[in-house]
């Protein structure tokens, strides 16, 4: 793409309503524009990394055995009546009556949805294990939205759903989704830090949920430094492994958000512990048969008796990701993405368009990361070098390539990787190996 065609409105000042980095570094790296409160509508650049974080989510799910579908975002209220949630949930669902005068809402989540699709589906426990995910905008009317992505009402989520026929196939499914989240967060370029979280409205009796460790995280996590090694052995990991052995090794190694923890019973000596800043962006639940009791989702057992099926729901704020990154990854600069999910795989800088060398330098270097499978953002545009190192500071790409006068005369190019600001001259024939190697 050329960035005199490309649609990024920049901001050269910090926006007065952006309380936290993530939230500012989006609105003046032109990712976002907040359209009402808490709602945003997400300009292109942003729209390439939501894009990638949700590929990235998605593969990980597959990965683990977990099947995709698509679910309406309006719901019938008679579903969460059955479950006993409608009246509960709170003002944060949006509740909405149709033309008919029925009661619908705008799903904040979708347990009964998901339990209603399977009871009508699923009657043997031959046809278990069921896991079922989508990724989906949902809508929570929150008291105070702010901080921008981080807490909006409206958001994008992957959202899954495990059915088994009784409680150790239930675990094996929950094991499951707990080494594919470390896994996925480990592919994104972060840190995450399983603690035991509270089930809140989701109910249940095994939870855990997933912070990512960021200097300017909201809550305060306390960690065993033996958890901050694992997530690379999780990416090792996959669906035939003996995954309950790992699971029982990280949640046998302490950890725990500030709510929970304990001093006096934490067994870890006060100098090793690691005291650490967290943003949560996933959370896992094993509810038994919270709903399917209610919803009469059952299956017929290997002997013959019908039974509730065990179910979980797992979640990860896809959305909320992407400040959380930008949380996670930034200088006074601007953005540093992980590869993963960079909006451009590299962004070029030509110093002197309607050079005929710097043109012709630029223009075969872009074809060239075209044709090696990278997606370059070629700033081709009459502006002055130092706007342009700034903004692609800002944008945050992995790698930047400039070509000035002297390189494109003499035959090289200057490379900058933006994680270390480390630079180097290269050859123009050599830089398309460096980025890809």
């Not at 008291?143 to 807490?151: D, E, I, K, L, S």
């Not at 492994?241 to 067994?267: I, N, Q, S, W």
């Amino acid at each position: 793409m050329r960035l005199s065609q490309f649609f990024l409105p920049t901001l050269k000042e910090n926006p007065s309503e952006a309380q936290i980095v993530s939230h500012r570094l989006m609105l003046r790296a032109g990712m976002i524009r907040q359209q009402a409160a808490g709602i945003y509508a997400w300009l292109p650049l942003g729209y390439r990394v939501l894009k990638k974080i949700e590929q990235v989510v998605r593969e990980e799910q597959d990965r683990f055995g977990c099947q995709e579908l698509l679910m309406p975002t309006i719901q019938p209220a008679d579903l969460w009546r059955e479950s006993g949630r409608y009246d509960d949930y709170g003002k944060e669902m949006l509740r909405i009556r149709d033309r008919n005068d029925r009661d619908m809402l705008f799903g904040p989540t979708n347990e009964e949805m998901i339990t209603d699709i399977f009871r009508s589906s699923v009657k043997s426990y031959k046809q278990l294990p069921q896991l079922l995910y989508h990724i989906q905008w949902k809508f929570r009317d929150e008291v105070r939205p702010r901080f921008g992505v981080m807490r909006g009402r409206e958001f994008l989520m992957k959202d899954a759903y495990s059915f088994d026929v009784d409680y150790e196939a239930a675990r094996t499914s929950y094991n499951k989704f707990f080494v594919c989240y470390l896994s996925t967060f480990a592919r994104l370029g972060l840190k995450a830090v399983p603690v035991k979280a509270d089930t809140g409205p989701i109910g249940g009796d095994l939870s855990h949920e997933f912070q990512i460790l960021a200097e300017t995280g909201e809550s305060q996590v306390y960690v065993d430094p033996r958890l901050l090694e694992l997530d690379t052995e999780a990416r090792q990991l996959g669906p035939d492994d003996d995954l309950a052995a790992f699971v029982d090794r990280v949640t046998g190694l302490y950890a725990a958000a500030d709510e929970m923890h304990d001093p006096a019973k934490c067994p870890v000596p006060v100098a090793e512990l690691q005291t650490r800043r967290g943003i949560e962006v996933g959370h896992i639940f094993y509810f038994g048969t919270k709903y399917s009791a209610a919803m009469n989702a059952q299956v017929a057992g290997p002997d013959g008796v019908q039974r509730p099926v065990e179910m979980g729901s797992y979640g990860i704020g896809v959305s909320r990701l992407a400040g959380a990154i930008i949380e996670a990854s930034h200088d006074e600069a601007g953005i540093i993405w992980p590869d993963a999910v960079a909006p451009f795989d590299v962004g070029l800088i030509n110093l002197k368009p309607g050079d005929a060398a710097c043109d012709a330098a630029a223009q075969d270097l872009y074809q060239r990361f075209q044709a090696a499978g990278l997606d370059p953002l070629y700033d081709d545009r009459d502006e002055r070098a130092g706007a342009k190192f700034a903004q692609m500071d800002l944008i945050g790409l992995p790698w930047q390539v400039v070509i000035g006068p002297r390189g494109a005369a003499s035959g090289v190019a200057e490379i900058k990787r933006r994680a270390t600001g480390e630079k180097l001259e290269l050859p123009l024939d050599a830089v398309v190996a460096r980025i890809k190697g």
